[in-house]
């Protein structure tokens, strides 16, 4: 019997799939959970090993000592890009859905794993529609002075420069974004084609 850790190419030769950080980002309302969600579902139903990390839910647990300031935000996305880093290795898919509206913690992220496995996935919206999505009325508390650190309105948000998948979620629909996704993990060999399986 072999004494050494089981390694990340033995757990992932006993699936069809590679272990992966699907990084979806963009504002408020832009769709983030509702693709990840779909994404999710779609991937688990195709027989692929995946999971969702959602920014409500990381924050009521692991990240709920942290606010909303510049340096905290910071310290949420390197927590997320640690556990979703440690999923991967794990073989499985993470898909992240987070505002994430730094720069640079993408690109930590991104910098700490191997070359096609990490997917940036641009949400992008127009503040307009995403303001008038909003169910929870964050933007309307945001421009009332209300709401403090509100990316987008008191608070930047730096687009991606050169994402791996750009979804106008303002004139695209869920399905045709989920395919979308799905057909770059295909080209890139992160999973196989649901045809091929």
């Known amino acids: 019997m072999k004494s050494e850790n089981v390694t990340q190419g033995e757990r992932e030769s006993k699936s069809a799939q590679k272990g992966a950080i699907i990084w979806l980002t963009g504002y408020s309302g832009a769709g983030k959970t509702t693709l990840g969600t779909g994404l999710t579902r779609k991937l688990y139903e195709l027989g692929f090993l ?19 300031s510049s340096e905290d935000r910071g ?3 390197r927590r997320i890009g640690e556990v979703a880093k440690l999923f991967a290795d794990a073989g499985l898919l993470a898909v992240v859905a987070f505002i994430s509206p730094f ?7 991104r910098a700490g794993m191997q070359k096609n496995r990490f997917v940036e996935v641009f949400v992008d919206c127009s503040l307009e529609v995403c303001e008038a999505r909003d169910s929870k009325g964050l933007y309307k508390k945001a421009r009332s002075g209300d709401l403090k650190d509100f990316t987008g309105i008191s608070s930047p948000y730096e687009s991606p420069l050169s994402p791996e998948v750009h979804l ?14 799905i057909g770059h993990m295909v080209e ?9 399986q």
């Open 168 to 181: 106008q979620t303002d004139e695209m629909g869920v399905d045709e974004c989920v395919n979308k996704i």
């Open 50 to 68: 995946v999971y969702m990390l959602d920014g409500d839910q990381v924050r009521q647990g692991l990240n709920s000592d942290l606010g909303f």
């Open 188 to 196: 890139v060999e992160i999973i196989k084609s649901p045809k091929s």
């Open 103 to 109: 720069r640079e913690g993408r690109d930590r992220v």
């Open 75 to 77: 310290e949420n996305i």
